[in-house]
């Protein structure tokens, strides 16, 4: 009875959230993209950064990075690189010129301006996971192909999270779908569950074509307007050691012309794809980048890019990618340092190596998403739901993250750190003196609901009270309450108008053939 009387008067535990959520599954945080208030980390000295900095000018100017598209080839000719072969080779002050020309910030405007991001400065956003061939839940309990409605729950999960700002590749794959037309079936499926920032792969002409314009029409533009500020983006990867594919450089091209965001982010494994040692790993990995941004901003000064890191480690013993680790930090760190140095955005990522949503893959993705807060990373990746190295996305694992972002956000507010004169309370301090305790009075009863972070996963019952409660272990929590968000999601509004005409463009392109499956 004392239990129940204190918690009445308190109204501030779970009783109390119960109520302010009313009907609401979880009483989460609003939409509010944190900035970084701290000052960022960097183990590189001037003269670590100037040797990166040489190291990355000496591979594009000695060694050279091969570009497998003829179209890019004839432009880097044009602008007076050394050419043979797919081989390109380009001096320092023509790459330091034209990645000059890159914003170091720039929005991205979705079909709901509410949802508007701003990516550079000390802004930090969050992203789904993206692209895992494979889906794990509590309930299936194994590891098993992903498809269409296991796209779809991951996809109301992006949206319904207020901390999960843009919408990355797709959530998992749903091989059920076609390969040519897949990206018809999951766009359609985004763009009407979600009003985040969108994301095209540049994987053939076809399907950024289509994702250009499906965004168009989600967003009821002109193409005029489309093309006068970014409206999606795209992200690719280099295929390392030292080489850019065709379909990734055609679709940025294609995106640059229309003045749409790219991310490039080399993907080094230090130990396989890159070397052992992480200054050579990361050094190779800014060459990579480097390279695809100049030739970006040669073709339209100004397109807005931002310059990613995907530098781990392998297993030594058994070449498996590792993530979250020391060397993982510490290349994170290192690159957030030298996107500084060269003025543009970054990306990073919130990555494991785990294969269920255990212990290993909190304290994994923990590590990744706090480098990603110490190197100053603007856009993180996988932020929530990423498993098995990116093979496996998971709706238990996708919550679990989804309760770091939220601490990670309030850990970015600035009412943490005030100091003024009703933070410094000397009142309240005078009021308690040497005898009683802080909880009864006016200072504390004035700010107690908003006094700490409260969370909606964690179990903070003591353990007499976890076990009269069921026992409930963490991922377990995480799986009823996706059940019970997927029951009661409802879309965001969409004009009827707008979605016929998305349905009718998915079904003109369907029996057009949808993209070709091999370049």
């Known amino acids: 009875m004392a239990d129940t009387d204190t918690r009445r008067r308190r109204g501030g535990g779970r009783a109390g959230a119960a109520a302010r959520r009313g009907s609401a599954v979880i009483d989460q945080m609003p939409w509010n993209p944190p900035v970084n208030i701290d000052r960022p980390t960097e183990p590189l000295g001037p003269e670590g950064v ?63 301006p509410d949802h508007t991001i701003q990516i550079g400065g000390k802004n930090l956003l969050f992203g789904n996971v993206s692209s895992p061939p494979n889906y794990w839940d509590m309930e299936i309990g194994k590891k098993v192909p992903g498809n269409r409605e296991m796209c779809r729950n991951l996809l109301k999960l992006t949206q319904y999270f207020n901390c999960i700002h843009f919408a990355g590749g ?48 989600a967003g009821g533009l002109s193409h005029e307007e489309f093309e006068a500020t970014p409206r999606m983006y795209t992200n690719i990867n280099s295929t390392s050691p030292l080489k850019h594919d065709y379909p990734m450089i055609d679709g940025c091209l294609r995106l640059a012309r229309r003045g749409q965001a790219i991310v490039v982010t080399p993907f080094t494994l230090a130990g396989a794809m890159a070397p052992v040692t992480m200054a050579g790993a990361v050094a190779q990995s800014l060459a990579e980048a ?160 908003t006094a700490f972070y409260q969370p909606f996963l964690s179990d903070w019952k003591n353990y007499e009270g976890w076990e009269v409660a069921g026992g409930i272990w963490t991922a377990e929590r995480a799986h009823h309450m996706f059940k019970e968000i997927i029951t009661s999601f409802e879309p965001p509004a969409l004009d009827d108008g707008i979605r016929d005409e998305l349905a009718d463009f998915v079904t003109r392109r369907k029996a057009e053939g949808g993209a070709p499956t091999d370049f």
């Open 50 to 112: 100037d040797a990166i900095h040489d190291g990355a000018m000496r591979i594009l100017e000695e060694i050279g990075i091969e570009f497998y598209n003829d179209e890019a080839i004839g432009i880097l000719r044009e602008a007076g690189c050394t050419i043979e072969g797919d081989n390109v080779r380009m001096g320092r002050d023509f790459v330091m010129e034209m990645i000059a020309k890159a914003p170091s910030q720039f929005s991205i405007t979705p079909r709901n």
């Open 170 to 217: 797709y959530p998992v794959e749903p091989v059920d779908l076609h390969a040519s037309v897949r990206h018809l079936d999951v766009l359609y499926d985004k763009l009407t569950l979600t009003d985040k920032a969108m994301h095209a792969y540049s994987l053939g002409k076809e399907r950024v074509e289509d994702v250009m314009e499906m965004v168009r029409i």
């Open 290 to 449: 480097l390279c695809a941004i100049a030739l970006f901003q040669y073709v339209r000064p100004g397109t807005p890019c931002a310059i990613g890191t995907f530098t781990s480690n392998v297993d030594m013993k058994t070449g498996a990618p590792a993530f979250g680790t020391p060397e993982y930090i510490r290349s994170t760190q290192m690159t957030g340092q030298m996107a500084r140095y060269y003025d543009l955005p970054m990306r990073s990522s919130g990555v494991c190596a785990a294969n269920v949503p255990d212990g290993q893959s909190v304290w994994e993705t923990s590590n990744s998403l706090w480098a990603a807060v110490q190197s100053g990373t603007n856009m993180v990746y996988h932020a929530a739901g990423w498993l098995e190295g990116g093979l496996i996305a998971s709706p238990e694992k996708f919550i679990m993250d989804c309760e770091v972002l939220q601490q990670i956000q309030r850990y970015m507010d600035p009412q943490l750190v005030a100091t003024g004169p009703d933070e410094i309370a000397l009142d309240a301090i005078r009021s308690v003196g040497n005898d009683g305790h802080f909880f009864g009075i006016q200072h504390t009863q004035d700010r107690y609901t």
